[in-house]
């Protein structure tokens, strides 16, 4: 019998935004049940398109319109694409159907779905991402939002999946008196890829004056808990002639004016702000020729940019926290925000062979073999659903 798989949280499928587009697209793409239809809802801010359905390589993905409110835009999109779906399930007959709903966005709504999509004999996972609560950038009242509505996600949904096991931990840990079954389920990762040197490497390239193996790398999001001001100052005390690549999302906000002001990054010509890159194979080329990656990330789960780092790059530089280490294991060097540690990373990696570049690398592609390929991802995503539908719970 068809398994009916909606999933609601990213702004569509294929869409390359960020980690849940990225997680929406790869979870589709490598599934090979044909017995599971996906149904992903699509953000629009045009009002003509409201509940206009595509079908994408199978994939029905009815555009949702929600007006551009800046960070409430997403709340909204997860309450009328969930509204939409209430209608649809009941409108088509809708058997066998779960609904995954990545993030712990409105958790207080939690309690009246349950009791609507047990009416629809209709599944309700959550993946409640990393502890959104405690990222720097919101308020205090906005962190407390947050921790209020991941209580809600979690006590009312059927099932909890965890993309880190240091966030399983915490699940357990923080709500002991839940009954909601969990399991661990990280994203994934794509293994043997040799991505060419195309137009847009060559223009940054050559802009940049940068040479394969001859920078260090940070890719990610522009903002406090990925400890930019740590990574900028310890580099620049460093002494590798090297040049520290920054791929980010850029602007020239309060945030970017005060690292200036506590780096005096501006003065150091080794750093380089070179801003997003989308395309797929010049970010893979940046990654593969990068002389080491270094991944600050400090506040999540399992990060999709770390996983394609050690899928690609020898030395890895990672930043102490549980949820990197869980990752990557020997596989990577740590550092912490003690002063100095990065800058002595930096300079005893300066001393690696060749050889030891490749040990590093062999170590890290091991761990994505063994636990974040895209193909094991899919097939426990699957037992979930196959035993939710089944059995009413997994054991």
Same mark, same amino acid.
């Given at each position: 019998?068809?398994?009916?798989?909606?999933?609601?949280?990213?702004?569509?499928?294929?869409?390359?935004?960020g980690?849940?587009?990225?997680?929406v697209?790869?979870?589709?793409?490598?599934?090979?049940?044909?017995?599971?239809?996906?149904?992903?809802p699509?953000?629009?801010?045009?009002?003509?398109?409201?509940?206009?359905?595509?079908?994408n390589?199978?994939?029905?993905?009815?555009?949702?319109?929600?007006?551009?409110?800046?960070?409430?835009?997403?709340?909204?999109?997860?309450?009328?694409?969930?509204? +939409?779906?209430?209608r649809?399930?009941?409108?088509?007959?809708?058997?066998?159907?779960?609904?995954?709903m990545?993030?712990?966005k409105?958790?207080?709504?939690?309690? +009246?779905?349950?009791?609507?999509?047990?009416?629809?004999?209709?599944?309700?996972?959550?993946?409640?991402?990393?502890?959104?609560?405690?990222?720097?950038?919101?308020?205090?009242?906005?962190?407390?939002?947050?921790?209020?509505?991941?209580?809600?996600?979690?006590?009312?949904?059927?099932?909890?999946?965890?993309?880190s096991k240091?966030?399983?931990?915490?699940?357990? #840990?923080?709500?002991?008196?839940?009954?909601?079954?969990?399991?661990?389920?990280?994203?994934?990762?794509?293994?043997?890829?040799?991505?060419?040197?195309?137009?847009?490497?060559?223009?940054?390239f050559?802009?940049?004056?940068?040479?394969?193996n001859?920078?260090?790398l940070?890719?990610?999001?522009?903002?406090?808990?990925?400890?930019?001001?740590?990574?900028?100052?310890?580099?620049?005390?460093?002494?590798?002639?090297?040049?520290?690549?920054?791929?980010?999302?850029?602007?020239?906000?309060?945030?970017?004016?005060?690292?200036?002001e506590?780096?005096?990054?501006?003065s150091?010509?080794?750093?380089?702000?070179?801003?997003?890159?989308?395309?797929?194979?010049?970010?893979?080329?940046?990654?593969?020729?990068?002389?080491?990656?270094?991944h600050g990330?400090?506040?999540?789960?399992?990060?999709?940019?770390?996983?394609?780092?050690?899928?690609?790059?020898?030395?890895?530089?990672? +930043?102490?926290?549980?949820?990197?280490?869980?990752?990557?294991?020997?596989?990577c060097?740590?550092?912490?925000?003690?002063?100095?540690?990065?800058?002595?990373?930096?300079?005893?990696?300066?001393?690696?062979?060749?050889?030891?570049? #490749?040990?590093?690398?062999?170590?890290?592609?091991?761990?994505?073999?063994?636990?974040?390929?895209?193909?094991?991802?899919?097939?426990?995503?699957?037992?979930?659903?196959?035993?939710?539908?089944?059995?009413?719970?997994?054991?």
């Open positions: 019998m068809k398994k009916n798989i909606i999933i609601i949280g990213s702004r569509g499928y294929q869409y390359h935004y980690g849940w587009e990225t997680f697209t790869n979870l589709i793409l490598n599934q090979h049940d044909k017995n599971t239809q996906f149904y992903i699509t953000l629009t801010h045009e009002k003509n398109l409201n509940h206009t359905i595509e079908i390589d199978g994939v029905v993905c009815p555009y949702i319109y929600v007006p551009d409110k800046g960070f409430v835009t997403m709340f909204l999109f997860t309450i009328f694409a969930t509204k +939409f779906f209430f649809y399930i009941k409108e088509n007959h809708l058997d066998n159907t779960v609904i995954l990545l993030g712990c409105v958790g207080p709504l939690f309690p +009246f779905w349950r009791r609507k999509l047990r009416k629809l004999k209709t599944k309700l996972i959550i993946n409640p991402d990393g502890l959104e609560w405690k990222r720097d950038k919101w308020s205090w009242w906005i962190k407390k939002c947050f921790k209020i509505s991941e209580r809600f996600c979690v006590k009312y949904s059927d099932y909890c999946v965890c993309d240091s966030i399983e931990q915490y699940i357990h #840990e923080e709500y002991p008196n839940f009954s909601t079954p969990t399991k661990f389920i990280a994203f994934g990762a794509y293994e043997n890829r040799n991505p060419k040197k195309n137009a847009i490497v060559n223009d940054l050559l802009k940049y004056q940068l040479k394969e001859d920078y260090y940070i890719v990610g999001r522009f903002i406090p808990e990925n400890n930019y001001e740590i990574m900028i100052q310890e580099f620049m005390k460093s002494n590798t002639k090297r040049k520290l690549v920054i791929i980010s999302n850029v602007l020239k906000n309060q945030f970017y004016e005060t690292l200036e506590k780096t005096h990054f501006l150091d010509d080794r750093i380089l702000f070179i801003g997003t890159v989308y395309d797929t194979e010049a970010l893979l080329y940046f990654r593969k020729h990068a002389y080491s990656y270094i990330h400090s506040v999540g789960g399992t990060n999709p940019s770390l996983l394609e780092a050690l899928s690609i790059t020898n030395i890895n530089i990672l +930043f102490d926290v549980c949820y990197n280490r869980e990752v990557g294991e020997d596989s060097l740590y550092f912490t925000k003690e002063e100095g540690s990065l800058k002595n990373v930096i300079e005893e990696v300066e001393t690696f062979s060749l050889k030891k570049h #490749e040990q590093y690398g062999a170590l890290a592609k091991k761990r994505i073999h063994e636990d974040y390929t895209w193909k094991i991802v899919v097939n426990r995503y699957n037992d979930v659903f196959d035993n939710l539908l089944k059995k009413n719970s997994v054991k």
